[in-house]
Antibody, heavy 121, light 110 residues
Framework: QVQLVQSGAEVKKPGASVKVSCKAS????????ISWVRQAPGQGLEWMGW????????NYAQKLQGRVTMTTDTSTSTAYMELRSLRSDDTAVYYC??????????????WGQGTMVTVSS | QSVLTQPPSASGTPGQRVTISCSGS????????VYWYQQLPGTAPKLLIY???QRPSGVPDRFSGSKSGTSASLAISGLRSEDEADYYC???????????FGGGTKLTVL
C-alpha cells in the first residue's frame, strides 16, 4: 500500500541540527512532490516547504529560509528534511506528506506518521 | 496568527449538520484551490477535500466543501461521534509563495 514511513523521535540541544527521513513505498516516488509540515504541541499545522522528487526543485517557507534544507534520494525513495540552528520553539511533530501538485501547493494526500523533535538544553 | 481564519471550535449533536468556515484573502482562497484536512486525536492529518469541493476516494459524501470569493466552508451532515476531530483549511498563498493553513477548528459531537 501507499505509505510514508518517517524516522524516530529526536532530542536535540539548542543550536544543533536535526535530519528527519521519510521513506516512500507503494507508488512511483519521482511522480510526486513531498511537503513537510510541522505541528508544535497543542498548536496548528505549519507548512515548512516542498521538494520535487522528480528534479529536486524546492520551495521553502519564508520564515525558515536559510535554516531548512530538503533533499531526496531517488535510489531509496526517501526524502529528508534538515533543520539547523534549532531553538526551543522548533519543538514539534514533523510530518512529511505526498504532494500531488506538479509544483508546490497541491493536496497532501498521504501523510507520514510524524516524528517528534524536542529541542531542550 | 494564521493567514486563514477559522473558528476555534464548533459543535453539534449526532445526525446534525455542521458547517466550518475558513476566511482568507485574494492572494490565497480568492485565487487558489482550498483543501480541508481532518486530524483525529493523536494521529496524522488526513485529506478530506481537495480542489475546493472534491472528495478523495473513501471519504464519505457526508463531507462537502464549497468556496465563494475569499471564503470557503466545510459541511458535515449526519454528524457522527467519530467525526470529533480538528479540521484545518489550507490554500496556496501567492504573496507568501507558500501553503498556508487555518488555525484549526475543534469539532465536538455532543
Amino acid at each position: 500500500q501507499v505509505q510514508l514511513v518517517q524516522s524516530g523521535a529526536e532530542v536535540k540541544k539548542p543550536g544543533a541540527s536535526v535530519k528527519v527521513s521519510c521513506k516512500a513505498s507503494g507508488y512511483t516516488f519521482t511522480s510526486y512532490g513531498i511537503s513537510w509540515v510541522r505541528q508544535a504541541p497543542g498548536q496548528g499545522l505549519e507548512w515548512m516547504g516542498w521538494i520535487s522528487a522528480y528534479n529536486g526543485n524546492t520551495n521553502y517557507a519564508q520564515k525558515l529560509q536559510g535554516r531548512v534544507t530538503m533533499t531526496t534520494d531517488t535510489s531509496t525513495s526517501t526524502a529528508y528534511m534538515e533543520l539547523r540552528s534549532l531553538r526551543s520553539d522548533d519543538t514539534a511533530v514533523y510530518y512529511c506528506a505526498r504532494d500531488v501538485g506538479i509544483a508546490a501547493g497541491g493536496a497532501f494526500d498521504i501523510w507520514g506518521q510524524g516524528t517528534m523533535v524536542t529541542v531542550s538544553s | 496568527q494564521s493567514v486563514l481564519t477559522q473558528p476555534p471550535s464548533a459543535s453539534g449533536t449526532p445526525g446534525q449538520r455542521v458547517t466550518i468556515s475558513c476566511s482568507g484573502s485574494s492572494s490565497n482562497i480568492g485565487s487558489n484551490y482550498v483543501y480541508w484536512y481532518q486530524q483525529l486525536p493523536g494521529t496524522a492529518p488526513k485529506l478530506l477535500i481537495y480542489r475546493n469541493n472534491q472528495r478523495p476516494s473513501g471519504v464519505p459524501d457526508r463531507f462537502s466543501g464549497s468556496k465563494s470569493g475569499t471564503s470557503a466552508s466545510l459541511a458535515i451532515s449526519g454528524l457522527r461521534s467519530e467525526d470529533e476531530a480538528d479540521y484545518y483549511c489550507a490554500a496556496w498563498d501567492d504573496s507568501l509563495s507558500g501553503q498556508v493553513f487555518g488555525g484549526g477548528t475543534k469539532l465536538t459531537v455532543l
